[in-house]
């Protein structure tokens, strides 16, 4: 049995259930209908809903249901026991579709087995009575009532796409991939869903990673300081401006960050926008990334910049290079061990001031040391803002 799709609404005397029968004939005389206290159970082969509401329900005549052609569904009136009563959490499927006595949350852990378990002949009787047994009494604890799970809707797999910040843009990127597509590494952006992007990026990076090339790095670090890589070498030494203003300052309170004149007209300079961010962690993940981007190039370059900066922040960063929102770090590394040109992922990122300084949760901050570092962020984002202009100025010139 398939379970359909549902909408409920109410009011202070009725509860209005609509029940979406998609690609089915229908028949009145199918349809079966029971309003049993709390329960309420509609099935329209082969569709079979039933619905546990928090409160009880009652059949009567003013009960009414009604097939709607056009958006294929059945609009249900059913009456509450009790008029003026409020039924919480009808927005919540996994409790309304529960069975008696189940769970809403993973309360239990599931028991892992043997992939492969050798058992005696002896034995195969028990096993298989105990198999029913256990059946059996999950069914007389959910008062045999059925599991109900909702389909998933299936995706147009050419429909358009959103992606960039806060998921406002789509249909972009068709240009750039008819001219080779420099700006990311995709191979169909604007129809790639996210979780095809997730598995075209781990393909990409578990190509590119080079096993011998991380180790010679690691070898380096560890045990050749003085007859290594001293490119390698001198980058780990370096100390950020920023960094060294941290710790030449006694206090943290003390440190005040001024913007010159370029830094003040260039915050003149940016839009002026709000947005309705449903969920903010992504964003915060992904200025994570382009300010450890960012201090990647400074430490690999001994603060300076050079003109492929820009490429090897959009490298770094999922955002960029494969349209993706950030959920976490773990990317971010598996990023740079894959394509950064110095893969000592550990040491580099210990002593960057973006992860030691400026981004730190799990201690306590004043108001105004939150503020400095909220400004050494902004910083780093204003020269990589400014990096990005001048790249596609370039770039413009040049085509």
Request: proline share 5%.
């Amino acid at each position: 049995m398939l379970t359909p799709r549902f909408e409920l609404k109410q009011d202070d005397e009725f509860v209005y259930i609509t029940v979406f029968i998609s690609n089915v004939r229908f028949s009145a005389a199918a349809i079966e209908m029971v309003v049993n206290d709390e329960v309420f159970v509609f099935s329209l082969p082969p569709y079979y809903l039933r619905l546990r509401f928090p409160k009880p329900l009652v059949e009567t005549e003013d009960a009414t249901s009604q097939f709607v052609p056009k958006e294929e569904c059945i609009k249900i009136r059913i009456p509450k026991l009790n008029k003026g009563e409020f039924f919480p959490d009808l927005d919540i499927g996994a409790k309304l579709l529960a069975r008696l006595n189940e769970p809403t949350t993973d309360s239990k852990q599931t028991k892992q087995m043997p992939l492969i378990e050798e058992v005696d002949s002896s034995s195969s009787d028990r096993i298989t009575a105990q198999h029913y047994s256990s059946m059996e009494q999950e069914a007389m604890q959910y008062d045999w009532e059925i599991p109900q799970t909702l389909q998933t809707p299936l995706t147009d797999l050419k429909q358009s796409v959103s992606y960039g910040f806060n998921n406002q843009y789509s249909d972009y990127l068709t240009v750039s991939l008819a001219n080779g597509n420099d700006l990311n590494e995709l191979s169909d952006p604007d129809h790639l869903q996210p979780d095809d992007r997730i598995m075209e990026r781990l393909i990409r990076e578990n190509i590119k990673f080079d096993m011998e090339y991380y180790a010679n790095d690691y070898i380096n670090v560890k045990y050749l300081q003085e007859e290594g890589d001293q490119g390698l070498i001198s980058a780990l030494k370096f100390v950020s401006p920023f960094n060294k203003l941290f710790n030449d300052s006694s206090s943290k309170n003390d440190i005040v960050i001024e913007f010159n004149k370029d830094e003040n007209d260039q915050m003149i300079g940016l839009p002026k926008k709000s947005y309705l961010v449903d969920d903010s962690r992504p964003l915060y993940y992904t200025i994570l990334c382009v300010l450890y981007a960012y201090s990647y190039e400074l430490r690999s370059f001994a603060g300076e910049t050079t003109i492929e900066s820009v490429w090897t922040i959009v490298l770094l960063d999922d955002l960029c290079a494969w349209i993706l929102r950030d959920d976490g770090c773990n990317d971010l590394v598996l990023r740079n061990l894959a394509h950064a040109l110095r893969k000592e992922v550990e040491n580099l990122s210990k002593k960057d001031i973006v992860f030691e300084k400026i981004i730190q949760d799990d201690e306590p901050h004043t108001e105004d040391g939150d503020e400095e570092k909220d400004s050494f962020s902004f910083l780093n984002l204003l020269d990589v803002e400014e990096l990005a202009d001048e790249a596609y100025i370039s770039n413009t010139s040049h085509n």
